[in-house]
T-cell receptor, first 111, second 113 residues
Framework: SQKIEQNSEALNIQEGKTATLTCNYT??????LQWYRQDPGRGPVFLLL?????KEKRKERLKVTFDTTLKQSLFHITASQPADSATYLC??????????FGAGTRLFVKA | GAGVSQTPSNKVTEKGKYVELRCDPI?????LYWYRQSLGQGPEFLIY????????DSGLPNDRFFAVRPEGSVSTLKIQRTERGDSAVYLC???????????FGQGTRLTVV
């Protein structure tokens, strides 16, 4: 069956540390992989997009890796801050541009 | 407008009634997506428009759900004979490029009682 899996348990880290979130998928061949942030009661907000032929992409304190062999993406937030506390969603854009989401991982950054 | 606008923000309806949810995308965005999200879950894909046509409606759960985008801008999601299981937040997103960065609205919280 087709699945997108993100850590269902919340991730708790100390301010200043690097947060690493994982997205694994099965039986999909995405053209792109995207990461979004969602705060309670709000719609998701786009963070980064990485294409199938890219290994890594960075934006400020954010870094995404994409391994199409392992069918996995890692999302890193360096020098984390309490304001980074949110739910982070992984999304796959398939051929035909349908975009589907994982369930998300909640991140808590403690001061 | 500055962003994607969804109306109403909240809708309470009785089981069996018909509801319409509206989405105003960012001007010029050709791609428009509808999702629904239940508590603790990620957005569930419903339908994707490219311009006026539904490019992929494979996520619509059954024939009670229908969506239109007649002029390639505003879209309406229509739900007939609502059921309690339809209660969720319905999210709309638009994108200037199909499959690219999507801009989401705040959602419509639908409650069927």
């Amino acid at each position: 069956s087709q699945k997108i899996e993100q850590n269902s348990e919340a991730l708790n880290i100390q301010e200043g540390k690097t947060a690493t979130l994982t997205c694994n998928y099965t039986n999909y061949s995405p053209a792109y992989l995207q990461w979004y942030r969602q705060d309670p009661g709000r719609g998701p907000v786009f963070l980064l997009l990485i294409r199938e032929n890219e290994k890594e992409k960075r934006k400020e304190r954010l870094k995404v890796t994409f391994d199409t062999t392992l069918k996995q993406s890692l999302f890193h937030i360096t020098a984390s801050q309490p304001a980074d506390s949110a739910t982070y969603l992984c999304a796959l854009t398939l051929g035909g541009f349908k975009t589907i989401f994982g369930a998300g991982t909640r991140l808590f950054v403690k001061a | 407008g500055a962003g994607v606008s969804q109306t109403p923000s909240n809708k309470v309806t009785e089981k069996g009634k018909y509801v319409e949810l509206r989405c105003d995308p960012i001007s010029g965005h050709t791609a428009l997506y509808w999702y629904r999200q239940s508590l603790g879950q990620g957005p569930e894909f419903l339908i994707y428009f490219q311009g006026t046509g539904a490019a992929d409606d494979s996520g619509l759960p059954n024939d009670r759900f229908f969506a239109v985008r007649p002029e390639g801008s505003v879209s309406t999601l229509k739900i007939q004979r609502t059921e309690r299981g339809d209660s969720a937040v319905y999210l709309c997103a638009s994108s200037p490029i199909s499959g690219g960065e999507a801009f989401f609205g705040q959602g419509t919280r639908l409650t069927v009682v």
